[in-house]
């Protein structure tokens, strides 16, 4: 299967280390049709990038929950290692109490479905995926292992999805919630770069 925005994103069913450290063994993309969701890839637990996004997801997750989103993550290790990485102090190098799922990928299966699995490695890269409420995937982002990602950015991706949905606007370079957007249309197009040419001149 692959992965390709605009199409239906690939649904997947695995074990997971729930908010109240619970495992659930048959957690499933398709319990959240009617959610956004923003599922992301990591490689490892106890690893050097990975606690910074995660915790920085985990630090927004109230921006992300006003939205109606869900937080996944999901990495290549056990959920044993995703609960003992949970158990581990931030100043120890852990994660702490995170309140989002953390799936345990340890088939591969799920990060080989997203395009993100480095078959060599058995790592998945840093995907992001934006899945709207009917569980078309419509944003998506993947960096190599030393990138970490800007989770700001994923809030204003949802933010744009969901003016679109409301307004039928389409949101042009650097919009943020609350911006004009414009019209899809070559009046729109005029319209808006009238009123914002010199913004793009520089």
Sequence with gaps: MSVQVGKPAPLFKATAVMPDNSFKEDFKLEDYRGKYVVVFFYPLDFTFVCPTEILEFNKFLPEFEKRNVQVIGVSTDSHFSHLAWKNTDLKDGGIGN??????????????????????????????????????????????NLSLGRNIKEMLRMVDA???????????????????EAMKASPDGVKEFLSKHADEFLG
């Excluded at 999805?161 to 911006?179: I, N, S, T």
């Design 161 to 179: 999805l969901q003016h679109f949905e409301k307004y039928g606007e389409v949101c042009p370079a650097d919009w943020e919630a609350g911006k």
């Design 98 to 143: 995170i309140k989002y799922p953390l799936v345990s990928d340890f088939t591969k299966q799920i990060s080989r479905d997203y395009g993100v699995l480095i078959e060599e490695d058995g790592v998945a890269l840093r995907g992001s995926f934006l899945i709207d409420k009917e569980g078309v995937l419509q944003h998506a982002v993947i960096n």
